[in-house]
């Protein structure tokens, strides 16, 4: 079946080590992006990329890093630098394009918890 | 301020009642929609639309572009709806714009 699958689902981290959050999608879409999720907040984008090897930064990018070497994968580090990096983090796809609905597909999400 | 707005933030209802959401937002936007989020956490698309009404099962999405107001409506709510419902506009400029969701529970 075709979908976005994250891992791990929960991950625990000590603080100072860098952790890397994995996102692969089969729907051959163009455009990735990574979320995160804090309690009473709506989501907010960290990075997202439409083109293999070029991404670019969103509005909580500091601390964290992406890459994007296949269009399938685009996995997220979350470094040391990360202040408060405890979170729910989404994965999301979509085609682009006039002939797209546009419409955002999610993966199941990480939580990753810094002890 | 928050580009998307949505209200209630927690609504508890008995199963069977009727259950209306509201979402007003602030940008022009080329689409809407209605995302469904489980305590596992997964996202799952409810309705994306750009005008009108949609209508998938117990589940009615209207939108009113002239007041940037949208609705979404359970009909005979079951426990199975108990979820956080997340309203999401897709902007003129191609940016996603997140409401913080509103916290649904269906008790028996």
């Known amino acids: 079946d075709g979908g976005i699958t994250q891992s791990p689902k929960y991950l625990f981290r000590k603080e100072g080590q860098n952790v890397t959050l994995s996102c692969e999608q089969n729907l051959n879409h163009d455009a990735m992006y990574w979320y995160r999720q804090d309690p009473g907040q709506g989501l907010r984008l960290i990075y997202y990329s439409q083109i293999v090897n070029d991404f670019q930064k969103g509005d909580i990018a500091e601390g964290y890093s992406v890459s994007r070497e296949k269009k399938e994968s685009f996995p997220l580090t979350v470094t040391s630098a990360q202040k408060n990096p405890t979170a729910f983090y989404l994965c999301?796809?979509?085609?682009?394009?006039?002939?797209?609905?546009?419409?955002?597909?999610f993966g199941e999400g990480s939580r990753l918890t810094v002890l | 301020k928050n580009e998307v707005e949505q209200s209630p933030q927690n609504l508890t209802a008995q199963e069977g009642e009727f259950i209306t959401i509201n979402c007003s937002y602030s940008?022009?936007?080329?689409?809407l929609h209605w995302l469904q989020q489980h305590p596992g956490g997964g996202i799952v698309s409810l309705f994306m639309?750009?005008?009108g009404k949609k209508k998938h099962g117990r589940l009615i999405a209207t939108i009113n572009i002239q007041e940037k107001h949208s609705s979404l409506h359970i009909t005979a709510s079951h426990p199975r709806d108990s979820a956080v419902y997340i309203c999401a506009v897709k902007s003129t400029g191609n940016q996603f714009y997140f409401g913080t969701g509103t916290s649904l529970t269906v008790i028996p």
């Open positions: 940008v022009g936007i080329s689409a």
């Open positions: 999301a796809s979509r085609h682009l394009g006039q002939v797209s609905t546009g419409e955002l597909f």
């Open positions: 639309l750009s005008s």
